[in-house]
Structures are given as structure tokens and as C-alpha cells.
């Protein structure tokens, strides 16, 4: 079975710039969580999405950020415009319905914005 | 407000020994507890989990206990290996089935050989 795919595996840019970031979850997932981690704050949920509906995005810091899940096999997260405390790695999971179904991760895409 | 907290940044031990990581929780609404590993470089893999109705559950080498009257989870692996070194992660699901996941600080474990 393919796992959660994320791309790209590292980006580096500059200030100010809008970057993209892509996620293909596991196919038959249900929920997708896109997460940054960072050394002060650690894992943190940003939003998630229910049959590609967003459905919780409190932790999405603020209105730079925005996430897009246009089909159940592909989902974005932008942030436009790029600021270097965005620097991070940031993961995305997937999960099937169900009580106790594990979210399963991609490897992540560490950003480094100069 | 950390409700799910690892209170142990790192753990060291020998091959071949027990390693226990430690979790506490302060929500009663969790209904089921996660055990991830993550290496470097790559994203967190799920290890095991146990219902918030049992107090045990078993995997291989990975035992994990739940005490609820502590609102404590341990995670047992038996014997340790050098590969078991990562950064361990605890991690609880709220009841109601939306699977959002709340996670610890995560702890670093290190197996000497």
C-alpha cells in the first residue's frame, strides 16, 4: 500500500514569496490533518478535513495560511506570504472512520523561508 | 494547556533491557491512547494503541498499560534495541470519533548497544 504522500520534501525560499505545499492521502482515508512541527510548540494540528470538507481549522495561525482539499486524493496547504517564522516541518496524515484508526503520516516537507 | 504530557524529554537505556515511556493525561473525554515513533526525516509511524476501556494491550515487544484512576499510559518495550532509538510520541483522541489527535512533546530514546 502506497503511504500518505507529500511533496515537496524540502523548500527553501524567500520572504514574502506563496508557497504551496501537496499531500496525496492513503486512498479509502476518510480524514486528512495537516500539522507543523517545530521545536518550541512540537506537533500541532493546523485543520483537518471529513470527506474533503474542512471541518476544524482552529489551529491554522492565521489568515496567511489556507488549506484546500479539492478531491479525496489531493489536498494543498498555502501560505501566502511567507514569513520566516513559518519555518517548519509540516506533515500531513491521514485516517479511515472509525474508533481508534490511527492517523497515518507522510514524511513531511521541511520550509525554510529567508 | 497541555493535556497530554511527556515529562520525560529522554530515556536511555541498554540493549536488551526494559524501556518504559511515561505519558499522563488530564481530559477523561480521551477514548483511545496512540503510541507513535518518529526518526529523523520522516513522518511520526503509529506503534499501538489501547482503548480507554482496557488497561492493556499488547504488541510483540510494545506492551502499552493505561491506569485511568491516574490518568496515566506507560509504554513497554521489551527487549529494547538499538533500533528502538527515535523520539517517542503519546498521543490521545477526544470521544465523538472526529480522530483529531492531541499529542505530547515526545520523548527521545536512546538504546545503547
Known amino acids: 500500500d502506497a503511504g500518505v504522500i507529500q511533496s515537496p520534501r524540502h523548500e527553501v525560499t524567500e520572504m514574502g514569496q506563496e508557497v504551496t505545499l501537496r499531500c496525496k492521502p492513503i486512498?479509502?482515508?476518510?480524514?486528512l490533518f495537516w500539522y507543523r512541527q517545530t521545536m518550541m510548540r512540537g506537533l500541532e494540528l493546523l485543520i483537518y478535513?471529513?470527506?474533503?470538507?474542512?471541518?476544524?481549522d482552529s489551529g491554522m495561525p492565521e489568515d496567511r495560511f489556507s488549506a484546500k482539499m479539492p478531491n479525496a486524493s489531493f489536498s494543498t496547504l498555502k501560505i501566502q506570504p511567507s514569513e520566516p517564522r513559518d519555518s517548519a516541518v509540516y506533515f500531513c496524515a491521514s485516517r479511515r472512520t472509525g474508533g481508534g484508526q490511527p492517523q497515518h503520516f507522510g514524511d513531511g516537507t521541511r520550509l525554510s523561508i529567508l | 494547556d497541555q493535556q497530554v504530557k511527556q515529562n520525560s524529554p529522554s530515556l536511555s537505556v541498554q540493549e536488551g533491557r526494559i524501556s518504559i515511556l511515561n505519558c499522563d493525561y488530564t481530559?477523561?473525554?480521551?477514548?483511545?491512547f496512540l503510541w507513535y515513533k518518529k526518526y529523523p526525516a520522516e513522518g511520526p509511524t503509529f506503534l499501538i494503541s489501547?482503548?480507554?476501556?482496557?488497561d492493556k494491550n499488547e504488541d510483540g515487544r510494545f506492551t502499552v498499560f493505561l491506569n485511568k484512576s491516574a490518568k496515566h499510559l506507560s509504554l513497554h518495550i521489551v527487549p529494547s534495541q538499538p533500533g528502538d532509538s527515535a523520539v517517542y510520541f503519546c498521543?490521545?483522541?477526544?470521544?465523538?470519533?472526529?480522530?483529531?489527535?492531541?499529542f505530547g512533546q515526545g520523548t527521545t530514546l536512546q538504546v545503547k548497544p
Open positions: 498521543a490521545a483522541t477526544v470521544s465523538g470519533n472526529t480522530g483529531k489527535l492531541i
Open positions: 481530559n477523561s473525554m480521551f477514548d483511545y
Open positions: 486512498s479509502g482515508h476518510d480524514y
Open positions: 489501547i482503548s480507554s476501556i482496557k
Open positions: 478535513f471529513n470527506n474533503n470538507v474542512p471541518i476544524d
